[in-house]
């Protein structure tokens, strides 16, 4: 990025991981942290300019298109230096996992080595297995916690960034094309005569781990190995990757043989599994579509429209905002974006979410809106009001889609980091709080409870997958490996501080947000009605989208996976 950019470094400031740009910089201010690093277009090209002129889409169109996104992220694929890097959520959350207290570093010396899983169908004694059940249960979660979550940092590029392209390319249907040397590399799962329940084995095997009979644990990884397969059916795959998070949990270690397949997912293999994940699946559109719809209707009048967005990655939501606001009558108003992300690991923890902040820009010049961008690269628990700029005259909104899971709750701190950025949220008063997360049941702190629901969630997404996604399409695994893998890794193999994926009902995240200070905003009835049209047109028949008051659910054959709500400050009592 900087090869193309060409930015001195003299034009940076840095102040604790936080800075501006997309503004002019004072040089007589030198307290403050903004920085020139982006151009505005002057010669837009004809069609761009033909574009910004026709108002004749309406909002509805505009912001239920993905199209602008899909260019959004062609644009990124040309980038040099984009196939070097790795997963940017999957970095915070292995930097986030890593940052524990001097104490349990101390404690790693009491953990027991790691035990390889063939190791486990040796015979036991008598007397050491009286021994192991009667260990202090207390003290083998405490020396689980220096287990890390399955995030490794080594990818292999076997096609060229040209190759991932014809991949990523769409044909007239919206459909990826097929790559044929991943597709030459794959076995076919051979499908036995036998009738096997999935479900029953691993709750079998489960239950083996739960009550630390390791020998029947292993017995029964091989038995669900022997009917389970990376590249099968939705079963197939539920069983090989739920077999190798329990086979994490029993040795102790994350080096498994699903790092062959998890290995460093790199920025190229996010973009393609997103490209195919848009077009298959209406989660993701949907939440963006509601909470863009919802904005633009706050934002009919607004001078300036500041949006604080809490885990913008790589910015995905906004280029169909930026469209629709280029097509307002009167104008577009002033767009200020806060792009707030984890820091990354090494010397820049903010280099990744500038990086968005320069994209946003120049998507942002093509339709002639005008844009300034701020950042921050903290813990957000460990964010203050004093560190956002915020102007008492600008339509503020605080944005929060499907990223709130991973910050650790109050089993993890009892100051509850959770509960620390809602209350942040709540001091930025704004006047919009859009706030999306998965519908999930598997918090609890009790294993079992967590692995059985884990299993009914996860389930449904690989059975979705499996509908909507074709079994030879490569970018099926990468969708798989980025929804599902990483998250059910971290929920049955990982305990403590290296468990991220910390999921709740909506009704759980209903309280917590009324206990910091919002009340419900009803959704505008149009834009469900347009949304659920949405989903019957273009998406499978059995995609659930319903409302029920203020809450928008999506689904999968009845089974709620993501809620949506928009909410307002409550008045101080």
């Not at 120049?362 to 844009?371: A, S």
Request: hydrophobic letters at 35%; proline letters at 5%; glycine letters at 4%.
């Amino acid at each position: 990025m900087d090869a193309i950019l060409k930015v001195a470094v003299d034009g940076f400031k840095f102040d604790n991981g936080s800075g501006s740009c997309c503004k002019p910089r004072n040089n007589t201010d030198s307290g403050t942290s903004r920085f020139t690093c982006f151009y505005e277009s002057k010669n837009p090209s004809p069609t761009e300019s033909t574009e910004s002129q026709n108002p004749s889409l309406t909002e509805s169109t505009e912001c239920s298109e993905y199209h602008p996104v899909l260019k959004y992220i062609n644009d990124m694929l040309m980038e040099e230096d984009l196939e070097g890097q790795s997963c940017m959520l999957e970095d915070s959350l292995a930097l986030q996992a890593a940052e524990r207290s001097f104490f349990e570093v101390l404690q790693e010396g009491q953990t027991p080595p790691p035990t390889s899983i063939t190791s486990l169908l040796q015979p036991i004694s008598e007397e050491a297995t009286r021994k192991y059940r009667l260990r202090d249960e207390d003290d083998l979660e405490g020396g689980r916690r220096s287990k890390l979550p399955a995030i490794s940092t080594v990818d292999e590029l076997a096609e060229t960034m040209e190759e991932v392209l014809l991949v990523c390319q769409n044909n007239n249907h919206g459909e990826a094309t097929q790559n044929k040397t991943g597709r030459a590399n794959r076995t076919k799962p051979q499908k036995s005569d036998q009738a096997v329940d999935m479900r029953n084995l691993l709750m079998q095997c489960a239950q083996a781990v739960a009550s630390f009979d390791q020998k029947r644990a292993a017995e029964k990884l091989e038995e669900i190995r022997a009917h389970s397969s990376s590249h099968g059916d939705a079963t197939q795959r539920l069983g090989y990757h739920f077999a190798e998070a329990l086979e994490a949990r029993i040795t102790g270690t994350m080096k498994t043989p699903i790092s062959a397949t998890f290995s460093g997912t790199s920025m190229v293999d996010i973009l393609t599994a997103y490209k195919e994940f848009v077009q298959a699946c209406p989660t993701l559109i949907m939440c963006y579509y509601t909470a863009n719809r919802t904005i633009i209707e706050l934002a009919s009048k607004a001078t300036t429209l500041h949006i604080i967005d809490f885990g913008i990655l790589y910015g995905f939501q906004w280029p169909c905002l930026i469209k629709a606001l280029s097509r307002r009558p009167g104008g577009p108003p002033m767009l200020r974006v806060t792009g707030i992300e984890l820091p990354q690991p090494g010397f820049r923890p903010s280099e990744r979410v500038e990086e968005t902040g320069r994209r946003l820009k120049r998507f942002c010049d093509k339709f002639k809106v005008p844009f300034e961008y701020n950042f921050i690269a903290k813990n957000w628990e460990t964010i203050t009001l004093d560190e956002l700029v915020i102007n008492s005259e600008e339509t503020t909104v605080v944005n929060c889609i499907l990223r709130l899971q991973y910050t650790p709750d109050e089993n993890v701190s009892l100051d509850s980091p959770r509960d620390t950025a809602l209350k942040l949220f709540r001091d930025i008063n704004p006047d919009l709080f859009v706030f999306a997360e998965i519908h999930g049941m598997y918090n609890s702190p009790f294993f079992l409870t967590r692995f059985r629901e884990a299993l009914f969630h996860c389930s449904s997404l690989f059975d979705m997958f499996e509908t909507t996604i074709s079994e030879e399409n490569n970018c099926r695994t990468l969708v798989e490996r980025e929804l599902i893998i990483r998250d059910a890794m971290s929920v049955i193999a990982c305990e403590g501080p290296a468990r991220f994926a910390r999921p709740e009902t909506y009704k759980q995240w209903q309280v917590r947000i009324l206990r910091a200070g919002f009340r419900p905003a009803k959704l505008n009835k149009q834009i469900m009605k347009e949304g659920k049209e949405l989903i019957r047109e273009r998406y499978h028949k059995d995609f659930v989208i319903d409302n029920d008051n203020h809450w928008m659910f999506q689904g999968w054959k009845g089974r709620v996976l993501y809620a949506l709500s928009c909410w307002k400050p409550a008045k101080k009592q």
